[in-house]
């Protein structure tokens, strides 16, 4: 019997761009995504790291446009598809088509867990223009399994060819992953895939839970390269499917090789958990928190973890980011700092 086969899909040039500040150049660009495709690795994510449309001051500013981008990724590869990310709300289908017009061939359309619904142009749009279409359900901690396959049915209903389980936060554990992946692939045909952030250090584990409950699309991302603690890491992904019998079609030690050679050296900092990344996941907060939040911690002088652990018991979800601000007002103002720590746990 053959093995399953699992396809890896990079995001270490849009989703490893949070890493970086959104600072990588077009030819560095180009330099990942030519290593990356020469290992075999057949869809690659590119531009700002919140996705199409989302280069701001609110954001932060990218060092080229998602079009530059695109282009430099298209030039670089000769086999890879090139994807984008469309979160509705920032991104617009003006933006998207010009990502289209310039070689994306690929969409993975974002929306809270709990708001399907938000997805139904932009699937269809991009269905209707040739597009391949992934979804992600982000912030899938929030939704027990059950209520997690509805919004999935709703997403096959627009068109999605492949649904993914997104655990934003790093919230989840493997129990967790392979319960809401097992439920997907009762309720819906569409291809499933699993995106795994590291703050509680099992985004591996998590994934290989996916991959076992009938995950076949998995995304990582060189060195784990990501917003808060990273992403499952590529490399490692790759070797650890390989080591447990399934066949990803990509060539390990050229995927290590790009890791080392090409990301390392320009990564600022080692992708590590540190007490930040690991209470975001604890508390169950979006990803694209954590350096707000080590902002708004030094400017009203109030514990990360404060912040964190009481945005988790308001339930704040992804564009929700000024609500930081106003936890570390409220906390400063009703507590003197420094002071002994709080240890509430997250409802």
Known sequence: MSAVRVSLVDTSLRDGMSSVSHQFTTEQVAAVARGLDRAGVRTIEVAHGIGLG????????????????????????????????????????????????AGASTVRVAVHCTEADCAEQPVAWARDHGMRVMTFL?????????????????????????????????????????????????????????????????????????????????????????????????????????????DTGVDLFTLIDTAERTMAPLMKEPQIIDETALVLGYAGVYSTFFHPTKRAAKKYGVPEREILLELGRRGVIGGQEDMIIEVAAELRAA????????????S
């Not at 709300?89 to 010009?98: F, K, P, R, S, V």
């Not at 507590?335 to 997250?346: D, E, F, M, T, V």
Request: no cysteine; charged share 15%; glycine share 12%.
């Open 335 to 346: 507590r003197p700092w420094p002071g002994p720590a709080w240890h509430p746990l997250p």
């Open 138 to 246: 982000m912030m899938s901690h929030k939704l027990g399994p059950a209520q997690l396959a509805e919004q999935a049915r709703k997403l096959e209903g627009y068109g999605a060819q492949v649904i993914y389980v997104v655990d934003s936060a790093g919230a989840l554990v493997p129990r967790g992953a392979a319960d809401r992946v097992a439920a997907l692939r009762e309720a819906v045909n569409a291809d499933l895939g699993f995106h795994a952030h590291n703050n509680l250090g099992v985004g591996i584990g998590n994934a290989l839970a996916a991959v076992e409950n009938g995950a076949h699309y998995i995304d990582g991302s060189l060195r784990g390269l990501g917003a808060s603690a990273g992403n499952a890491q590529t490399e490692v992904l790759a070797a650890a499917l390989e080591r447990a019998g399934y």
């Open 54 to 101: 989302a280069s701001s001051i609110q954001y932060g500013f990218a060092a080229a446009t998602d079009v530059e981008y695109v282009r430099a990724a298209v030039d670089a590869v000769g086999n890879a598809d090139i994807a984008v990310l469309y979160v509705p709300g920032i991104a617009t289908l003006g933006e998207l088509d010009q990502a289209r017009e």
